[in-house]
């Protein structure tokens, strides 16, 4: 099933002109982004399934999981807290660690 006609339509009815602003697209279903990247597998932009385990350890059991041992390199992914369905969140905490560590 092709979902694009009814986001494109939600899309326009909250935001008129959207439709004549959009000079072009690049449409790629689940099989072609794991295809395209083996680490989307199934298509999953997500980081894959967060269970309870990984809510609190993901990717590491840690009260700054987006820092590492490395210094200066941080994780800002949807495989860190809070997961992949808060998109931005990542990199928001990210930042806030490496800002507490400069303080």
Do not use: K
């Amino acid at each position: 099933m092709d979902a694009l006609p009814a986001l494109e339509a939600q899309l326009e009815h909250v935001a008129p002109g959207f439709r004549e602003r959009v000079l072009g697209r690049h449409v790629m279903g689940p099989a072609a982004l794991e295809a395209w990247n083996a680490n989307l597998v199934g298509g999953d932009i997500g980081g894959g399934a967060t269970d309870w385990r990984q809510l609190a350890a993901r990717p590491s059991l840690s009260l700054t999981p987006w820092a590492t041992p490395l210094p200066g390199l941080y994780l800002c992914s949807s495989s860190t807290l809070p997961g992949g369905g808060v998109h931005g969140m990542g990199g928001w905490n990210a930042a806030g660690a490496a800002l507490a560590r400069l303080g």
